[in-house]
């Protein structure tokens, strides 16, 4: 089976494109290596996939349309996984159009590549901000997400709509992920694990925002691999049976799933497993809620669940502890 992975420089696709390959599939990885983060730690990741004989790497920007489409009618893709964005809550703030570009311009372009090329499945990231303002917990697929509170929330709606576009016009099957919290060894630096985990080695106070009183479901990276893997062989079916239709099925051959670890930790906790695997107290600056920033996530997974059997394996404390033991190995 032939991939094409965008983002593959990124968290998740690295570690995605390590298990299609690892699996016998050809994988064609883009990325464009921004400067939004480290371009060392993309390149670090990278140095994981080029050994492999079946991956290919091309630097590209996915608003590039030309570049894009030429892509698409050269390499003949199977299957896609859409994982390239540009990510943060915070920075949607500061930088507005690089998300205009990179989130709808790029979903686009993904989209049309697909369109011309009859790919048999387009996975693609969504994320748990989607949810925005919505107080009921768990998060369920079946609820309302009209309330985003930033920028970079609405592309991810914006791309779900946009993908069952395309799937109830062109028959295209498309599976919307909307993921939560991620984290693990080779972490972004601009999330929590990174940033606190930095302070408490340097011996620098950590900003805790809204006072602590946040939680957030935080997903390991090899539970949430496992589930885009298994995923993407469950290829969604056209149903013309209305009644059926929920605000993640629908009549076209559209899917839209949680994927998380179905369990809502503490900030203070987070914290203590962070101080627990570093041996050191965090010294803490208590600060407001940031715009963007919403108190609670928590996934609702049975969807998932029922589709490929997902379960999360890891807690947060041997999850920490793994990222903090991979970020000493990397700092050194």
């Known amino acids: 089976m032939k991939y094409l992975v965008t983002g593959a420089a990124g968290f998740i696709g690295m570690y995605t494109c390590i298990r299609l390959l690892e699996q016998g599939h050809d994988v064609v990885g883009i990325d464009n290596l921004n400067a939004y983060y480290s371009v060392e730690l993309k390149e670090y990741r990278l140095n994981k996939l080029i050994p492999f004989d079946n991956f290919t790497f091309i630097k ?3 608003s590039n349309r030309n570049a894009m489409r030429q892509l698409f009618a050269d390499e003949q893709f199977q299957k ?8 943060g809550v915070r920075y949607s703030i500061e930088a507005p159009f690089e998300y205009v570009d990179s989130n709808l311009v790029g979903m686009m372009t993904v989209l049309e590549g697909c369109r011309q090329n009859k790919v048999e499945h387009l996975v693609y990231a969504s994320s748990s901000s989607v949810y925005g303002m919505n107080p009921k917990v768990p998060f369920s697929t079946d609820d309302p997400v009209d309330h985003p509170v930033s920028l970079y929330a609405a592309t991810k709606k914006s791309n779900e709509l946009m993908a069952h576009s395309y799937s ?5 099957p498309t599976t919307g992920l909307r993921f939560f919290t991620v984290y693990g060894p080779a972490g972004r630096p601009d999330m929590a694990p990174w940033l606190f985990t930095e302070a408490i080695n340097q011996g620098k106070p950590i900003k805790v925002f809204n006072n602590g009183e ?5 997903t390991y990276i090899d539970d949430i691999v496992e589930g885009i893997i298994r995923i993407q062989n469950v290829i969604p079916k056209r149903n013309n049976d209305n009644d059926l239709m929920s605000p993640a099925s629908s009549t076209a051959p559209y899917s839209i799933y949680n994927i998380g670890n179905n369990n809502s930790v503490k900030l203070s906790d987070f914290i203590d497993a962070i101080e627990k695997a570093c041996g050191k107290k965090a010294e803490k600056i208590m600060l407001p809620m940031q715009p963007g920033d919403v108190k609670r996530t928590f996934a609702d997974i049975d969807q998932l669940s029922k589709a490929i059997g997902y379960k999360p394996q890891m807690d947060i404390y041997k999850g920490i502890s793994n990222f903090v033991d991979w970020y000493s190995s990397y700092e050194k």
Do not use: P, S, T
């Open 168 to 172: 109830h016009l062109y028959d295209i």
């Open 214 to 218: 946040m939680e957030r479901d935080f």
């Open 80 to 87: 896609v996984i859409h994982l390239a964005a540009q990510a």
């Open 60 to 62: 590209m920007d996915i």
